[in-house]
């Protein structure tokens, strides 16, 4: 892919914010466990947040390519602080498509600057990927919305300033078209939160959200009563094709410390890199990593060209995790009895890239997309 003068200006500083601020650290703030704010507002500073939103709201405009190289960039240097940006494009795009101005107002620019992490609550107890079927009731009450259920796996969970909630205003027979979605600030009374003990990507607090007669104003819901799914739930294709160049940059820096050391380690004389058998499974690794990663832009540019990318990003969505955790393996590998100590990076990053063959809906899902968008309800009568 040939760059623009404005996206080798804007990979540039995302680059060099990665290797020299994120990559040295990437293990000690998996130790330290909490999402470090004070990063998050210096990449607000450097605007690499929701560099895709407007202007006005402290975004730059920017396209969906140029988006996905800020997401790859940050993420070479750490996966999970990369979640950031990717969450604030997603969400910030939804709450200005949807919501109504004063929450835009108050909200998008917060999110820009780093002084305001939103999150996402779609799953539920009894499951994530039949995600439209879900119990959580938002009854109406005058000039509220009353809302009461368990969100459960949700990112940021102890961490988020506000969510984006997903409930039934409709019958449970209404199945997708019963659904609401609301914009619920974490401050508001009746909200509990808790964190779960994961295996990876620990700095981010997945958890479970738990709303107990939480009242929130009716100018808070986004979009229509009633259309929260068909109407909100909108724009994964995008952060599904960002999530795979995460898995990608993640991929790519446990190759490029996997080369260096094929060079330098010495075994029977000569340099390991010397045995095809450590350089073609690398090699292997560079080419698989290097056909999602133009799949991932390929797909992101269609986006921006306003034309269907749906099965592109869900084959990236898959894909994308599953072959860097794969890859990242090999390059453990290579490393030999180094690679097994937790001195090195390489274990981390397979635990973190994992949670991805999870989140933002499994690869069995992902693979039911691809098929009905080949051959339609033939394929998936239920999604
Ligand atoms: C790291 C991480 C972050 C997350 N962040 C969020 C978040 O911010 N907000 C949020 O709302 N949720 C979040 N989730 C939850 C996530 O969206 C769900 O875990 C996911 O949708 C799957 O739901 P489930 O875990 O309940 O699995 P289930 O739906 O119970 O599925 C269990 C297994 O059955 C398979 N399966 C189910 N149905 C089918 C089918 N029709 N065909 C083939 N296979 C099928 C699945 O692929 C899976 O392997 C996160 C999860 C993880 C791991």
Same mark, same amino acid.
């Given at each position: 892919?040939?760059?623009?003068?404005?996206?080798?200006?804007?990979?540039e500083?995302?680059?060099?914010?990665?290797?020299?601020?994120?990559?040295p650290?990437?293990? *000690?703030?998996?130790?330290?466990?909490?999402?470090?704010?004070?990063?998050?507002?210096?990449?607000?500073?450097?605007?690499?947040?929701?560099?895709?939103?407007?202007?006005?709201?402290?975004?730059?405009?920017?396209?969906?390519?140029?988006?996905?190289?800020?997401?790859?960039?940050?993420?070479?240097?750490?996966?999970?602080?990369?979640?950031?940006?990717?969450?604030?494009?997603?969400?910030?795009?939804?709450?200005?498509?949807?919501?109504?101005?004063?929450?835009?107002?108050?909200?998008?620019?917060?999110?820009?600057?780093?002084?305001a992490?939103?999150?996402?609550?779609v799953?539920?107890? $009894?499951?994530?990927?039949?995600?439209?079927?879900?119990?959580?009731?938002?009854r109406?009450?005058g000039?509220?919305?009353?809302?009461?259920?368990?969100?459960?796996?949700?990112?940021?969970?102890?961490?988020?300033?506000?969510?984006?909630?997903?409930?039934?205003?409709?019958?449970?027979?209404?199945?997708?078209?019963?659904?609401?979605?609301?914009?619920?600030? #974490?401050?508001?009374?009746g909200?509990?939160?808790?964190?779960?003990?994961?295996?990876g990507?620990?700095?981010?607090?997945?958890?479970?959200?738990?709303?107990?007669?939480?009242?929130?104003?009716?100018n808070?819901?986004?979009?229509?009563?009633? *259309?929260?799914f068909?109407?909100?739930?909108?724009?994964?294709?995008?952060?599904?094709?960002?999530?795979?160049?995460?898995?990608?940059?993640? #991929?790519?820096?446990?190759?490029?410390?996997?080369?260096?050391?094929?060079?330098? $380690?010495?075994?029977?004389?000569?340099?390991?890199?010397?045995?095809?058998?450590?350089?073609?499974?690398?090699?292997?690794?560079?080419?698989?990593?290097? #056909?999602?990663?133009?799949?991932?832009?390929?797909?992101?540019?269609?986006?921006?060209?306003?034309?269907?990318?749906?099965?592109?990003?869900?084959?990236?969505?898959?894909?994308?995790? *599953?072959?860097a955790?794969?890859?990242i393996?090999?390059?453990?590998?290579?490393?030999?009895?180094?690679?097994?100590?937790?001195?090195?990076?390489?274990?981390?990053?397979?635990?973190?890239?994992?949670?991805?063959?999870?989140?933002?809906?499994?690869?069995?899902?992902?693979?039911?997309?691809? #098929?009905?968008?080949?051959?339609?309800?033939?394929?998936?009568?239920?999604?």
């Amino acid at each position: 892919m040939v760059l623009t003068d404005d996206q080798r200006a804007l990979q540039e500083t995302a680059r060099r914010f990665a290797r020299e601020r994120l990559l040295p650290a990437y293990q *000690k703030r998996e130790q330290a466990g909490v999402l470090d704010r004070e990063l998050v507002v210096e990449m607000g500073r450097l605007g690499l947040l929701g560099i895709d939103l407007p202007e006005q709201y402290g975004g730059m405009g920017v396209d969906g390519v140029t988006t996905g190289i800020i997401a790859e960039e940050l993420a070479y240097g750490d996966f999970n602080v990369s979640a950031v940006p990717v969450g604030c494009s997603l969400l910030g795009a939804i709450i200005m498509k949807n919501a109504r101005p004063e929450i835009i107002e108050q909200w998008v620019p917060r999110m820009t600057s780093g002084h305001a992490v939103v999150g996402i609550c779609v799953t539920e107890p $009894r499951g994530g990927s039949d995600a439209a079927n879900l119990q959580m009731r938002a009854r109406r009450d005058g000039e509220h919305y009353v809302i009461n259920g368990e969100k459960t796996s949700i990112t940021f969970a102890d961490s988020a300033d506000a969510f984006l909630v997903f409930a039934r205003t409709g019958k449970p027979e209404e199945g997708a078209r019963g659904v609401t979605a609301l914009f619920v600030p #974490a401050d508001t009374p009746g909200i509990q939160r808790n964190r779960f003990d994961d295996v990876g990507s620990r700095i981010i607090g997945r958890g479970s959200v738990f709303f107990d007669d939480v009242r929130v104003p009716v100018n808070h819901r986004l979009g229509d009563e009633g *259309k929260g799914f068909t109407q909100v739930m909108v724009g994964f294709d995008y952060s599904r094709a960002l999530i795979a160049l995460q898995c990608v940059a993640c #991929a790519q820096a446990s190759l490029d410390e996997a080369w260096a050391y094929a060079k330098e $380690r010495e075994a029977f004389g000569r340099p390991i890199g010397q045995f095809q058998g450590v350089s073609f499974p690398l090699v292997e690794g560079e080419s698989q990593i290097a #056909a999602i990663r133009q799949l991932s832009y390929h797909a992101l540019a269609l986006r921006d060209a306003g034309l269907p990318h749906t099965a592109e990003a869900a084959m990236v969505k898959w894909m994308g995790p *599953k072959t860097a955790f794969d890859v990242i393996h090999q390059c453990l590998l290579t490393f030999g009895h180094y690679g097994w100590s937790k001195d090195l990076p390489h274990q981390q990053r397979m635990r973190d890239v994992m949670g991805l063959e999870i989140g933002d809906g499994t690869a069995g899902v992902m693979k039911l997309i691809v #098929a009905r968008e080949r051959i339609g309800r033939a394929a998936v009568q239920y999604l």
